[in-house]
């Protein structure tokens, strides 16, 4: 399974970042804290607006019942305290939603394409923070708790990846996400765009220097 990410892809908005797998692409775009309608504000916290579009046509019920499930997600992960009475405004732009499938023949298939999500027994979306905080489980379809038991294990692997154990069979604790991991490598863009940003400053000093 590919992923491509891009950091701050749209100039008009205050962040941005899309991700690409399996052929499919979701944008985000952040704007705030910005100034928050009285009737909307929150005394000891930021609030918080989501805003899911599909690829085609008008969200409806799918979109609005994604939107509270990204919400809740999303507000673990915040600092919503730091700004209170604002309101932080969260875009995405969707083509479709990673998920992970059961197949009817048993298998377990992370960022299933189409054609295995019409088939599958049950759908799986999972997340977790950088942290391994579990953030989210939504689940639709048959399966018991083996399958479940399976599933969080695969989700935790693609996403932090593969967990590790001492001679005494205890896990193996490691501040640094493995190389095969979602974490690893959004971690090794952010660090490329640093690098990348830390160069641009010192050519730019340097052209000031040169210039006096």
Known sequence: M??????????????????????????????????VQRKDEIP?????????????????????????????????????????RTLIQITLQVVATPAEAVTPSGELVGGPRPGIIKEALSLHILAFSSHGQFLLAESEGAFDMDVW???????????????????????????????????????NILQEKTAREQRWKEDLSLQRQDKS
Do not use: F, W
């Open 44 to 84: 000891e916290e930021a609030a918080i607006d989501i805003v899911i579009r599909p690829a085609a046509g008008v969200g409806g019920v799918r979109e609005r019942h994604l939107e509270s499930i990204v919400k809740k997600a999303l507000r673990q992960v915040i600092h919503v305290s730091a700004h209170p």
């Open 149 to 187: 038991d399976q599933v969080y294990d695969i989700a935790e692997r693609i996403c932090r990846g593969s967990k590790s154990e001492d001679l005494d069979g205890t896990e193996d604790i490691n501040m640094e996400p493995p190389d095969d991991s979602l974490e690893s490598s959004l971690r």
């Open 2 to 35: 590919t992923n491509e990410a891009e950091l701050c892809p749209l100039s008009r908005a205050d962040g941005s970042a899309s991700h690409t797998s399996n052929g499919y692409s979701i944008i985000a775009a952040v704007n705030g804290p910005v100034e």
